[in-house]
C-alpha cells in the first residue's frame, strides 16, 4: 500500500545539525511533490517545505528558510531534509506528505493526502 | 503573510452536526482542505479541493467554502470523531494551514 516512513530524528544540540528522510513506496514517486510538515509538542500542524515532483523547485516556510534544505533521489525513492543552525523552537515531530496532484509545477498544488508516522526531533543542550 | 483563522474548540452531543469554521482573506477563491488528526497519530485527509472526500471517508464528513470562509461539517456525529481539525490552503506557492479546532464529542 501507498506508505512513507520517516527516519533520523534525535537529539541535537542548539546549533547543530540533523539530516531527515522520508522514504517512499506503493506509488509512482518521481510523479508527486513531497512536503515536510512539523508539529510541535501539544501545537498545531506548520508546513516547512516543499520539492516538486522532478527536484527541480521548492519552497521554504520562513521560519526555516536559509537553515533546512529540502531533496530527493527519485532513484531511490526518498525525501531528505537538511537542517542546519538548529534552534530550540524546531523541536517538533516532523511528518513528510505527498501532495495529492500529479505533475504539480508548484504554485498551488493540492491537499496532503499521504502522511508518515513522523519523526521527533529535540534541540536541546 | 496569509492567515487562516479556526475556534480554538466546538463542542457537539453525539448524533447533532458539528460545523468547524476557517476563515482567510478571500479564502473563497482558493481550494481549501481539511484535516482530522487524533491523539498521537498523523493527520489523515477528510476533504480535499472544497468538497471533495478521499476513498475512506465516511459520507457524514462534508465541506463548503465561500467568500472568506470554508466550513467542515459532521453529520450525525459519532464519538470517534472527537479529534483536532486542520483547515489549509495554498498562498504564494506555499501551503498555510489553520491554527486547529480541539471537536469534542459530548
Known amino acids: 500500500q501507498v506508505q512513507l516512513a520517516e527516519s533520523g530524528g534525535g537529539v541535537v544540540q542548539p546549533g547543530g545539525s540533523l539530516r531527515l528522510s522520508c522514504a517512499a513506496s506503493g506509488f509512482t514517486f518521481i510523479d508527486y511533490g513531497i512536503h515536510w510538515v512539523r508539529q510541535a509538542p501539544g501545537k498545531g500542524l506548520e508546513w516547512v517545505a516543499f520539492?516538486?515532483?522532478?527536484?527541480?523547485?521548492?519552497s521554504y516556510a520562513d521560519s526555516v528558510k536559509g537553515r533546512f534544505t529540502i531533496s530527493r533521489d527519485n532513484s531511490k525513492n526518498t525525501l531528505n531534509l537538511q537542517m542546519n543552525s538548529l534552534r530550540a523552537e524546531d523541536t517538533a515531530v516532523y511528518y513528510c506528505?505527498?501532495?495529492?496532484?500529479?505533475?504539480?509545477?508548484?504554485?498551488?498544488?493540492?491537499?496532503?493526502?499521504?502522511w508518515g508516522q513522523g519523526t521527533m526531533v529535540t534541540v536541546s543542550s | 503573510s496569509y492567515e487562516l483563522t479556526q475556534p480554538p474548540s466546538v463542542s457537539v452531543s453525539p448524533g447533532q452536526t458539528a460545523s468547524i469554521t476557517c476563515s482567510g482573506d478571500k479564502l473563497g477563491d482558493k481550494y481549501a482542505c481539511w484535516y482530522q488528526q487524533k491523539p498521537g497519530q498523523s493527520p489523515v485527509l477528510v476533504i480535499y479541493q472544497d468538497t471533495k472526500r478521499p476513498s475512506g471517508i465516511p459520507e457524514r464528513f462534508s465541506g463548503s467554502n465561500s467568500g472568506n470562509t470554508a466550513t467542515l461539517t459532521i453529520s450525525g456525529t459519532q464519538t470517534m470523531d472527537e479529534a483536532d481539525y486542520y483547515c489549509q490552503t495554498w498562498d504564494s506557492s506555499t501551503v498555510v494551514f489553520g491554527g486547529g479546532t480541539k471537536l469534542t464529542v459530548l
Open positions: 520539492i516538486r515532483y522532478d527536484g527541480s523547485i521548492t
Open positions: 506528505a505527498k501532495d495529492r496532484a500529479q505533475y504539480c509545477t508548484g504554485g498551488s498544488c493540492d491537499a496532503l493526502d499521504i
